[in-house]
């Protein structure tokens, strides 16, 4: 049984957990406070993040997209139909392209700015840079947010899942960004009809609910968070 | 022959250049201008950022990491010893890892900073962001440089190459993030002796050589740029 060192506001861990769960692989979970910067912890990752993966002792795998990979290539390929990346070049390179969308490019814009201004702070020494949430920063985030949400909407319109008709690891980073906002209650679903129904899909698998059990001290999740009909 | 849409100035594009030349790929090059969010680049990748590959009429391939991912799939996986992947998973984690490292941190924590202010800043009306650059934003970026380039040269010390005793894409990801700063005239190479020596035989590769001959208006490259022996 592999470890995960993850955290449950991480989207990419998130991601990762998902993915596990949907090839029907248990993992033993080992919850990091990223911003401790833990020096045993910076030793097997210098980029200080989670997820890693422990494959074996002393064997680490750092990074969202990066373990996702890991995971096709050892456990994937050998799914027949429940893989989650394709066997076509050109439908990998999408579902490529939006996993790189909801882990980074939305991470940098809007999840990381939510959970750093609406979490991480609280656990924060003031010398860390720990303190009361930086209001312009929340609402320059929900902006950002809002474009962001249209995006997921017209996916969910135009296609049976994020990345065409199957669903795919492009569904679990979308997911996984999202539900840690929908922890937050950051989602105005009542605005976005389209990405509510496939958000409601998504939230209704397996593979979901150990998701649904997340809990961050000091913080409980929004009231609809364990709704699937929310 | 494929068309890539890149910016002299992004790292990514700089990333799947060199990718291309190392498999003898001819290419046809178009500058796009990010800043300018020209609609119909936006059609083609809605993240309306640079580097994108037009494979076919209509079939574009969006983001460094991804187009690198299919340029493996696609002819890296024919190319034996000059492979850029290596065959090994955990091998292609570590090289992912880097090239994850060089293409998305450095570039939020140094390049994506130092481009927009000193560069692109130039370019860009007032209403949308441009003027001068900020000191403080170019103070914070070259600090955190220092402890990049002290991360590529502890790499460069232990290792043959960025990711192992093979050259890989981690190499060129790693080079195309430094090549844009040389230009800059950002990098104190006389610090980092290790790091300094890798990029000696990077820059000496037949590969580098189309990127000696960037150019941006206004700006012209630092003095040593093209100098091999710098």
Not at 4 to 13: D, E, K, N, T, V
Request: with cysteine.
């Amino acid at each position: 049984m592999h470890t995960l060192y993850h955290h449950p506001m991480s989207a990419s861990s998130r991601y990762i957990r998902l993915i596990l769960a949907e090839y029907s692989q248990t993992i033993e979970l080992l919850e990091e406070k990223p911003w401790e910067r833990r020096m045993k912890f910076l030793q097997i990752n210098p980029a200080g993040d989670v997820p890693v993966l422990m494959i074996d002792e002393g064997q680490f795998i750092c990074g969202g997209v990066t373990i996702g990979e890991y995971l096709d290539e050892t456990n994937g390929a050998m799914q027949r139909e429940k893989r989650l990346l394709s066997e076509k070049s050109l439908e990998r390179a999408e579902i490529r392209r939006l996993v790189d969308w909801f882990l980074n490019k939305f991470n940098s814009e809007v999840t990381g700015y939510l959970t750093h201004e609406r979490v991480f702070k609280n656990f924060m020494s003031v010398e860390a840079g720990g303190g009361a949430p930086n209001s312009n920063i929340i609402r320059a985030a929900r902006a950002n947010l809002k474009n962001h949400m249209k995006y997921v909407s017209a996916l969910a319109a135009s296609r049976d899942w994020i990345a065409g008709n199957k669903i795919s690891a492009a569904d679990m980073a979308a997911c996984a960004a999202i539900s840690v906002l929908d922890y937050l209650g950051e989602i105005q679903w009542e605005d976005e009809p389209a990405a509510k129904d496939w958000f409601a899909r998504m939230k209704s698998r397996p593979s979901y609910r150990p998701l649904l059990l997340d809990k961050v001290i000091t913080l409980p999740p929004a009231s609809h968070y364990t709704d699937l009909d929310f």
